[in-house]
């Protein structure tokens, strides 16, 4: 299956944001630049990932009736691993599944990897398609 050959960089979400764990909800989603699609937030501390997001309807509903004063540190996901732009998808792939990840980082570079390295990111979604990309190849 030689899609599943590609990059992790190949393959990944490249629109991703990059937010301070200090900033508010309420204000990252008043953002203009992820109005009405969905979103992945890699959460900066330090200069260091610290998390992800995923923002979606459901968040946007949940925070409309949730206070104001919620950072996105608080709600966002230690549930990720951190990949280098060249490994080898079907590897990120098996490494998400072991470490039951949401998402992977893609970071250019070496370790330890810095939020100026951040890439994108790679979710069940962008697995998907690189998943329907490879069964196109084979005509029914």
Do not use: C
């Amino acid at each position: 299956n030689m899609d599943l050959v590609r990059s992790a960089g190949d393959i990944m979400d490249a629109q991703t944001l990059i937010v301070p764990a200090e900033q508010s909800v309420e204000a990252l989603l008043s953002r203009s630049d992820n109005e009405g699609r969905l979103s992945y937030i890699v959460v900066a501390d330090g200069g260091r990932v610290s998390g992800v997001l995923r923002i979606n309807t459901a968040l946007r509903h949940a925070s409309a009736a949730a206070q104001s004063d919620i950072h996105v540190g608080e709600v966002a996901s230690r549930d990720f691993i951190i990949v280098l732009e060249n490994d080898i998808a079907f590897d990120v792939i098996g490494r998400m599944w072991r470490h039951h990840a949401i998402m992977a980082v893609v970071v250019r570079g070496s370790a330890p990897p810095e939020v100026a390295h951040v890439l994108g990111v790679i979710s069940k979604e962008q697995i998907a398609d690189a998943v329907a990309d490879s069964v196109a190849v084979y005509p029914p």
